[in-house]
């Protein structure tokens, strides 16, 4: 016989100390009547959560991201509106100074 153990089934106790505190375990946990269990008599006031410095890092990152894409919506919509007006002027010297630049750096 080479393993030993488990040759008796499923229901085999290999340590019965073991299944004795297990059956104690369960009886103080049931509960009885309108007794809770200590698990739910428990007062959650304790939990807390706490980040990490990534964590927070990238959570001050999408929140400045969501401030520049809403600043860039209002940007936008205010171009739209003038551009619908006829009232929008570029200023063609700073557009062919970027049109020059792009074209340089590519």
């Not at 375990?25 to 309108?34: C, E, H, I, L």
């Not at 706490?50 to 919506?73: H, N």
């Not at 209002?74 to 739209?80: H, K, N, S």
Request: glycine content about 8%.
């Amino acid at each position: 016989m080479i393993n030993p153990i488990g040759n008796k089934g499923p229901d085999e106790v290999v340590r019965p100390e073991v299944a004795e505190e297990a059956a104690a375990a369960k009886k103080s946990v049931s509960v009885q009547g309108g007794q809770k269990n200590a698990i739910e008599r428990a007062p959650a006031e304790g939990d807390k959560v706490e980040l990490s410095s990534f964590a927070r890092d990238i959570q001050a990152i999408r929140q400045r991201l969501g401030d520049q894409a809403a600043e860039r919506a209002a940007q936008v919509e205010a171009l739209r509106v003038k551009i619908e007006q006829g009232t929008y002027q570029p200023d063609t010297k700073v557009v062919a100074q970027k049109m020059f630049e792009i074209g340089i750096t590519g």
